[in-house]
């Protein structure tokens, strides 16, 4: 079992800069795939950005491209979501997620790869 918790999130300004961590609780990250999705009022979840851990790969949505950064510490216990140049539109809850039964020939922006989720943390940016 793993248990995932977000945090980071808040309240900002159009334009600003949030950090969003993602935590497992009691093991690390290591030998799986993570992904950030969010999902906005009236919308379907959706994908926003992945790390391989085989390569250590970054993959994003094109929405978000050149506006977030997606890590890992090098312990391996805590991935982040970097997102710079905040707009309105980027408002949502954001889920952190991990593939632990390694469904490694998934599409990594497919939310059946990952089979746990954390609860959320909501992030509201305001124009």
């Known amino acids: 079992q793993v248990q995932l918790v977000e945090s980071g999130g808040g309240l900002v300004q159009a334009g600003g800069s949030l950090r969003l961590s993602c935590a497992a609780s009691g093991r690390t990250f290591s030998n799986y795939d993570m992904a950030w999705f969010r999902q906005a009022p009236g919308k379907e979840r959706e994908f926003v950005a992945a790390?391989?851990?085989?390569?250590?790969?970054?993959h994003y949505a094109d929405s978000v491209k050149d506006q977030f950064t997606i890590s890992m510490d090098n312990a391996k216990i805590a991935v982040y979501l970097q997102m710079n140049s905040l707009k309105a539109e980027d408002t949502a809850v954001y889920y952190c997620?991990?593939?632990?039964?390694?469904?490694?020939?998934?599409?990594?922006?497919?939310?059946?790869?990952?089979?746990?989720w954390g609860p959320g943390t909501q992030v509201t940016v305001s124009s």
């Open positions: 790390l391989r851990w085989n390569d250590g790969s970054t």
């Open positions: 997620a991990v593939d632990s039964r390694r469904k490694w020939h998934a599409e990594i922006s497919a939310a059946y790869k990952y089979d746990y």
